[in-house]
């Protein structure tokens, strides 16, 4: 082998490679490589080298590695590669910019090692020049493609920001000073003012709504007047990098200065002029000219629909006023509730405009959706992970409290206690946290309505008095000044008032708790002030902000000694804003606290007409277009819908239009019945809340007929149910439906799933038989948890069922088709097949379809609820709960023979 390489002539005697091959290498190689002496003279350098330097064959023999190719900053400096060789380095790797002698430099990697002479004597180094331009311009295209981007999420990111801004003011003012804030922002601009068209008296005027950074009145001018006005009228943007002398003037510490830059865009919906915006900056404003057009196309839409507003707001104000004059003005009248028709058509027409924009802005965001349902899931789960061990620790403690196991000592009453205590703390912490996850992703539900307040009064008096007579304090309510009534949300406000009332009583030792209410009367609105003053601890000066922070309290001690997670007053905070208000407080360390809740009275002005007239004036403006019979193309599938909101029943016909039902309307329960005994619809759109007939009595009487009492029902309510008046609901309802979340998917499907129920004789739902067992009720308890199994059938072996165990769906399927048992308890997470999926195929299977399913969740996420009654359970209860729920929800639904 080795006298075959040796006869080839590629290497020497030794095995080696012979010198002409080396050199044949040396020189093919693309890398620029050269040799050079200790004194920096160039030995050698191959074709690439050449190339570079720009020299033929030897020319570069007797020349100085730096006058062919050189570093300025390296060359014959101790950061020399030769040098360093000298020094004792191995390798030398060096990043630097190269310049040949003709002056021609590009970026480049050097490379360098020892060159030596047979006996190993260094004599030189051996220098590799990598040419990295092409490497260093693909960086620099990439890093201004990464900056575009950049610019182009930011811009993303304040569209968003500013459309959601305008969507949640109603009030012009406010409106404008919002928007032209955003834009000065936006724009990086020092001055800015925002222009309203006023045509009342004939005269194209543009009057100053707001302005930025400007002192003074900016002047009113007509459209087509000086620069601005011909901006307005010819409907176009301009952009000025030379801006007149007596142009305002930009201000600072420094002095004055006028500005480099001027832009003005007419203000514009379709063809119709609303104003002009003029922004002026140090700054060039060209380049940011396509992200202000969208911003200000969406200004445009807001004012538009801001200045109809007012204007229908002030045509009501008229038209109480002219009613008392009807018979001397009645055509006047006309002619305005005309107007105020047309005016509802444009108000719409720019709705369904903002909804198209909405869209597009949720498809932007279906990343941060996405994120937000995983940690929804993921809390959810935790919730599950977390009640199911908890249920049992509470359940049997409360088992062996009662002497389920035999009559206990006062030690181990007292110790039962301390677990069943602390058990609930934990469960308070679950649910604050569920409460907080459920506010930052805005899917808390917030209902506004008017309700009593002197019932929530002494409802939260019922719950706070036993807690502070329990520490002998005494405790105050002093509700002189309260008003009546308040519209808010009622459950939301009492959550409030109970946690700054625990808290209050939990710090206080000794003293008193007082919770007080005042009236406040404002020019807009009115305000009830809610506070609560305590005895206690106090809080430390500088430390009033820290308490409403998440998972903050004002030191360890305070947790050591009073419990608490320092979630309950950010939730409060949180919710306070919800609603509308404000909360502080004030403090002395060793004197107790006061903390202010301030919330409106009503969010609605009180210049707004009275809601009887307003919902007078709506109804027989919109009566004239909703049709109370609207006949679609497709099948013959009859909708009824059942609401005394007249802009929910347009929005509802403009949502089913295109599906192919035909379409019914009534403004009241009495009427509902009516059509529904007529025209036999195959579904019915209920609300609960409307005036003559509510929505509960309308099911009570539509169940007490046999010709309409299966009709299908779905609820669509602004009510925040709680589980009894859920299960107060009567009839054949197929779901539960939010107003303020109608979406047209959730409603069609809804809707076809309660229609394809009634055609399908297999999903109808019958009394269940009556049924007798002579040794005593069976009753099936699915529950993969063996602790909370256990606790289960300990309390329903005190009642004297006969229990069946499933430690799975699977199984539960298995037993109750072998048992035929009387009653499931269905947990709902399980390995296999989960509580719903089991309970689903259950009622399938013969005989089984009417047997009462109980759901045992530990879920407490929003929907969850829904979901369960949804999937065909008849109930639910909540882990953990304690003996005396489950017991009675057993005997609620066991048959009753």
Not at 488 to 512: C, H, M, Y
């Amino acid at each position: 082998m080795k006298d075959n390489i040796r006869s080839s002539g590629l290497y020497d005697e030794k095995g080696l490679l012979t010198y002409a091959m080396l050199d044949q290498a040396y020189h093919a190689t693309p890398c620029p490589t050269r040799i050079i002496d200790l004194n920096g003279r160039i030995l050698s350098q191959n074709r690439a080298m050449n190339q570079i330097v720009k020299v033929v064959g030897d020319e570069y023999q007797g020349k100085y590695c730096y006058e062919l190719l050189r570093t300025i900053e390296v060359c014959q400096t101790d950061l020399c590669p030769l040098r360093q060789i000298e020094a004792g380095r191995q390798i030398v790797t060096l990043n630097a910019d190269r310049e040949t002698f003709d002056g021609h430099s590009f970026p480049a990697k050097i490379m360098a090692a020892p060159f030596r002479d047979p006996e190993g004597k260094i004599i030189g180094i051996i220098e590799i020049t990598f040419d990295l331009t092409e490497h260093v311009e693909i960086i620099q295209q990439l890093e201004a493609t990464n900056q575009s981007l950049q610019i182009i999420q930011r811009e993303l990111e304040a569209y968003s920001q500013f459309v959601t801004e305008l969507v949640k003011e109603i009030r012009l003012d406010s409106l404008a000073h919002k928007a032209l804030k955003g834009l000065v922002q936006e724009s990086q601009s020092q001055l800015g003012i925002i222009y309203l068209l006023d045509g009342q008296d004939g005269d194209q005027l543009l009057k100053p709504l707001t302005t930025w950074g400007i002192e003074g009145s900016p002047p009113v001018f007509s459209v087509g007047q000086g620069l601005s006005g011909q901006v307005a009228k010819d409907g176009s943007p301009l952009f000025l990098r030379e801006v007149p002398e007596d142009y305002f003037r930009i201000g600072s510490g420094l002095g004055e200065s006028p500005p480099r830059s001027l832009a003005l865009f007419p203000l514009k919906v379709g063809d119709q002029l609303v104003g002009l915006v003029e922004l002026a900056s140090i700054q060039d404003l060209s380049p940011k000219e396509a992200f202000l057009k969208g911003l200000i196309n969406q200004l445009a839409i807001a004012l538009f629909n801001a200045v109809s507003r007012q204007k229908i707001e002030e045509l009501n104000l008229e038209l109480q006023e002219k009613n008392r004059l009807l018979e001397l003005q009645n055509e006047e009248l006309q002619a305005q509730s005309e107007e105020l028709m047309a005016q509802a058509e444009e108000i719409q027409s720019q709705a369904e405009e903002l909804a198209a924009q909405r869209d597009v802005l949720e498809k932007k965001n279906l990343e941060i959706e996405e994120a937000n349902r995983l940690k929804s899931e993921f809390l959810s789960n935790m919730s599950h992970e977390l009640r199911t061990p908890l249920n049992a620790v509470l359940g049997m403690a409360r088992l062996m409290l009662d002497e389920a196991a035999g009559p206990l000592t006062e030690r181990q009453r007292e110790y039962l206690e301390v677990i069943i205590r602390n058990g609930n703390s934990l469960l308070e912490l679950i649910n604050d946290i569920l409460d907080l996850n459920r506010i930052e992703s805005g899917k808390i539900d917030i209902s506004f309505a008017e309700f009593s307040l002197d019932d929530l009064l002494k409802d939260v008096e019922s719950s706070i008095r036993p807690l502070a007579e329990k520490k002998n304090l005494r405790f105050i309510l002093s509700s002189q000044e309260a008003p009546k009534t308040i519209v808010t949300d009622q459950k939301r406000l009492r959550q409030i008032l109970i946690n700054l009332l625990s808290n209050a009583v939990k710090f206080t030792e000794e003293g008193e708790v007082e919770l007080k209410i005042r009236f406040k009367e404002g020019p807009e609105r009115d305000f009830v002030c809610f506070e609560v003053r305590d005895t206690g601890i106090g809080i430390p000066p500088g430390q009033e902000k820290v308490i409403f922070e998440a998972f903050r309290q004002i030191n360890g001690s305070i947790t050591r000694k009073y419990g608490g997670s320092g979630l309950g007053l950010h939730i409060v905070k949180k919710l306070t804003e919800l609603l509308g208000g404000e909360i502080s407080v004030r403090s002395q360390p060793g004197k107790g606290s006061v903390f202010s809740l301030t919330l409106p009275r009503d969010r609605r002005s009180k210049r707004r007409p009275s809601d009887e007239s307003w919902k007078a004036l709506v109804k027989q403006a919109l009566h004239k277009e909703v049709d109370p019979q609207v006949k679609t193309s497709g099948e013959e599938k009859k909708v009824l819908v059942v609401d005394d909101d007249m802009i929910v029943i347009r929005e509802l016909g403009v949502l089913l239009r295109s599906t192919g039902w035909r379409l019914f309307f009534a403004f009241d329960g009495q009427g509902g019945l009516k059509i529904a005994q007529e025209k036999r619809p195959d579904l019915i759109i209920l609300d609960l809340k409307m005036p003559i007939m509510d929505g509960f009595t309308f099911l009570e009487h539509l169940v007490k007929d046999p010709e309409i009492a299966d009709i299908p029902v779905i609820v669509l309510t602004s009510m925040d149910l709680n589980e009894a008046q859920i299960r107060e609901l009567k009839g054949n309802i197929q779901g539960i439906i939010y107003k303020g979340n109608i979406g047209r998917e959730e409603l069609i499907n809804q809707i076809k799933k309660a229609l394809d129920s009634m055609a399908s004789p297999e999903l109808v739902k019958e009394p269940p038989p009556a049924r007798i067992r002579p040794g005593g009720r069976k009753i099936l308890v699915a529950e993969d948890n063996p602790d909370n199994q256990y606790f289960i059938e300990e309390i329903l072996k005190r009642h004297g069922f006969k229990i069946i165990r499933a430690l799975n769906g699977r199984e539960a399927i298995e037993l109750a088709s072998l048992e035929r048992p009387d009653l499931i308890l269905m947990d709902i997470q399980m390995p296999e097949i989960s509580g719903l999926e089991a309970g689903q195929l259950i009622r399938r299977l013969p005989g089984l379809e009417d047997v009462p399913i109980i759901a045992l969740t530990a879920k407490a996420m929003a929907g969850d609820r829904e979901k369960i009654l949804a999937s065909g359970c008849n109930d639910y209860i909540a882990k953990p709960f304690v003996p005396e729920d489950l017991i009675n929800v057993v005997y609620k639904w066991l048959p009753k023979n």
